[in-house]
């Protein structure tokens, strides 16, 4: 063949040997060409081809077979196409003139998709030669010794912009390694060493961007392997030129043909190229980058891949581009493909984070130990973790994407619940034998279940005297009648029902963990009443810990009434109290004198010693950290434990926060209780609430108003409680009885304005979120919550639960001036929704767990990317820990070596409940 012919076929045959070899490289998954398939585009190659044969006077009987070979490609299994795709090379291999290549080489990428394939033929033109074919590549996963080439220097940091996808392309070669390794290293020696290198060893990371990395918590490889993209941006439709549409983000090919740079009246610049595909022509334009003009000089008849909006000025259309790559030099990172976008900070671009996290998940991603056995893969259909890490950060689909995100989520669930097996463990199963109470549930109830799989009642002949109850401390004599015969209320069924479980646990020898849920105003206060009188029959001690003073003073207030009948002494510890006030108190406790303990964080000191403390109770665990809970069980000698708290918990969060504990809900509200009327006023409507509150006070009802913050701030447009209570008092309330309260006051001032109210000496109290919990007026009819869009949903109907505790009418007002529209819609809900635990979910949902009430006290590790709203995946992690934790108690044997130091680190900086 003349060197005429030859120039004139080689563009068409080194494309078309591109096409057919990349097949090779994917496994013969027929996915080279996504407009039809490799039939499809051999078809229109030999449409092309014949004319040029012809016209140079060659046979076009050779191209004839190309197509022949690969008729009903599609069809044929993977060993059938390797054999058919091996004829085809060896007729382009003959049609070129060339031996026949050991081993396909690496080529640019081919993006072809749409109504019809498109390919990207290398460029004609004589004044420009094509792009050079780069090396062969290697395999994924790198050699445990260093590589003795010199990797392409990364590309200059450009400003970050949106992305798209290609078809896979396999890993280049590793470069030479920066960290050191020795001789006779093992490859798990090996790979640790990798991957606990610095991240200064990833090319391109100089002595500033160490210093962004190490903002973001990257300071290993292996750091910037697991720091996982936030989302995926999808860039890899490609739509023909005339099909983009105006102002919509969409990506787009073409040819680029001409390149200009203009000044705009501000003096700022345009990069303007013409491109054009098939279909027409389009005008792309980069504002402020004048450093592209070269870059996109150098590639003038070559192809670019641009992502952005189709604007209309003036009368002018042009294509304002957020992101584009040239794929004929091999660069499709950004766009045109499932494009990852992850959390930055000043001084680091999006697209230099990409190279970054695409330097290391090409070289370093096979070299992450996986820590799950295959049989737990097995069973949850779990893809491998060095797979899941590179298919997070670029995955070529949404079904790769899947997978990882499924198998990531899973670890972090699964950890969560293997620690949760373990707190179980830990807590109940070590413990000593002896701490069952007997129950007497007839000392209770007015009526006793009869259930009889609740075997909690006492053995046969046992009684009051001859355990010796009667010559405890304490005398529980006074009165023959049961708790429930003393109380002005009978206890509701879920009451009953919750009073049942807690006995059930509290008559074992192992001691109880349990979470008590209950919506505000539920009765929670008098199961905890009944659990700590069954302590006190047993001959133990009692302890409730609330989280702040006025919740502990009314507990002390209600629990020591309900308590009196039968001459059980409660005490009271606050941090506020006189010396001498908590010396004696102490005293009581240590002796034995008092039975029950009432108190805040005071009930934890080094200096409070218990006689006998047989019950803890936790009164709105979630204003306590794990360590504050154990410090009080560590008062007593494995004493059993409840948790309340009146913030109901979607149980996708109680599965895992709370996944060592038994959870009863208090799903029942006492009878003759009104639903309080909810409204959302803005503008001139927040009138309404002021006018329901004089009506209300003149019927002899009280009112609460809730401000965000105690003063005024600069920085915040928001009402602050002191100036509102001025301004209030002066024009809007002048004849009626205002109060001030918030948490700056000193408590014997809080505690005077508290009984103040009480004692309806105050009409209206305005008030800071001190008020959230613990305050029991049933007089109050009105609650007004100023700038309600800076509260969650969970606060809000906590505030709203401070009226409707009584027998009259109720209603809650949320005000809001400059609402966004996820506020708007939070407070829409709050406005329809009464029931907490709907609440909960809709909270979860709007605002996510980490900003859900709790999750940052609960003792957790942070967890990113499981989503704990998903109870299937919860569910499965779950049953699946309980079972590897039956059959392997802290997972000794030797196939669960990695997941013991995996669970080990995931855990190392959290203490158990």
Known sequence: MSQTQTNALAPYIERARKILQHEQRTQYQDKAILGGGLETFVARWVDETRPLLQNIGLDPAIVLRLRTHLEGYRQLTPDQRASRLRLVLADLNELDGAPAPATPQSTAPVILQGKQATTLPHNTNTTQAPPAPRQQKQSTAPSSTPATHQPPAPPPEEPDVPHVKRPVEPPPLPPPNTIRLEAGMSQGHTSLTLLSADVSAVPGVGPTTLKHLHHLGIRTVRDLLFYFPREHRDYSKITPIVDVPFNEVSTTMGLIWEVTVKRTRGNQSRTIATISDDSGKLYATWFNQPYLQKQLERAQGCYIVITGKKQRFGNKVEFNVQSHELPEQNDLLNTGRLVPTYALTAGLSAKVLRRFTKWVVDRYAQMVPDHLPTPIRDMAQLIPLPEAVAKIHYPDNEEERQRAYRRLAFDELFMIQLGMQERRERWQFEAPQGNALTIYPDKIFIAPPTDEDQDTSPASGTTLSNI????????????????????????????????????????????????????????????????????????SQGAIMAPTELLAEQHARSISKMLEPFGIRTVLLTGSQRASERARGRAMLESGEAAVAIGTHALIQDDVKFYKLGLVIVDEQHRFGVEQRDALRKKGYHPHMLVMTATPIPRTLSLTLYGDLDVSVIDQLPPGRQKIISRWRTGARRAESYDTIRQQVEEGHQAFIICPLIEESESLQVKAATTEYERLQREIFPTLRLGLLHGAMKPAEKDQVMHRFRDHELDILVATSVIEVGIDVPNATVMVIEDADRFGLSQLHQFRGRVGRGKHQSYCYVLSEDAGAQSQERLGVFEEIDDGFKLAEEDLRLRGPGDFIGVRQSGMPEMRIADLSDTRMIELTRKIAASVWAGDPYLRKPEHTALRERMHLFWQDFMAH
Not at 468 to 497: C, K, M, N
Not at 509 to 528: F, I, N, Y
């Open 468 to 539: 010796g109850i009667g010559s405890t401390l304490w005398s529980v004599t006074a009165t023959d009648a049961p708790l429930e015969a003393t109380l002005p209320f009978h206890y509701t069924d879920a009451q009953r029902r919750v009073i049942s479980e807690i006995f059930v646990d509290m008559a074992k020898s192992k001691p109880m963990c349990r979470l008590l849920q209950g919506d505000v105003g539920a009765g929670k206060t008098a199961v905890a009443a009944a659990g700590l009188f069954m302590a006190v029959l047993n001959g």
